[in-house]
């Protein structure tokens, strides 16, 4: 039995090609109280940012302090936006009062959303490299 070895340098080349993945450290400020979670999701898709579902990462993290530091690792190189809240009373989603404004605070990559949840355009971040960016809690 003979067996072409170009096949296997062609495979073994493919195999060690670098990934190019990334790190986005997100720097979470403006924490008011130190109780709850953060709940944090990464969305590639302006779809699936919209419909709050298929997120390419996602962290729970337990609030420590009045500013956080997350870091998601190996992300490929891309777009992406980002929505976060603080969910004090740990139910797994972000509460709304009477008047549909989150009782809870918020927050997106950009900073946006002053007026309802920022277009993903407006929220989208490119990580083409290791990149912090900031998020002020509303």
């Known amino acids: 039995m ?9 495979a073994a080349a493919i195999i060690a090609l670098p990934t190019f993945a990334h790190e986005l450290t ?20 302006e779809e699936h940012y919209n419909a709050n579902n298929h997120w390419v990462a996602a962290k729970q993290v337990k609030v420590a302090g009045t500013s956080m530091s997350l870091v998601f690792a190996d992300l490929p190189a ?5 929505k976060l809240f603080q969910d004090e009373n740990e139910n797994n989603q972000i509460d709304i009062g009477a008047n549909g404004i989150p009782t809870e605070r918020y927050g ?6 002053s007026y309802g949840p920022p277009l993903f355009d407006e929220a989208k971040v490119n ?4 990149t912090d960016i900031e998020i002020q809690l509303r």
Do not use: C
């Not at 003979?2 to 062609?10: D, P």
């Open 127 to 130: 990580v083409d490299k290791a």
């Open 78 to 82: 891309g777009n992406y936006a980002i």
């Open 108 to 113: 997106f990559s950009n900073n946006g959303g």
């Open 2 to 10: 003979r067996i072409n070895t170009g096949v296997f340098a062609i």
């Open 26 to 45: 997100l720097n979470v400020n403006n924490i008011k109280s130190i109780k709850g979670n953060l709940l944090v999701a990464v969305y590639d898709k």
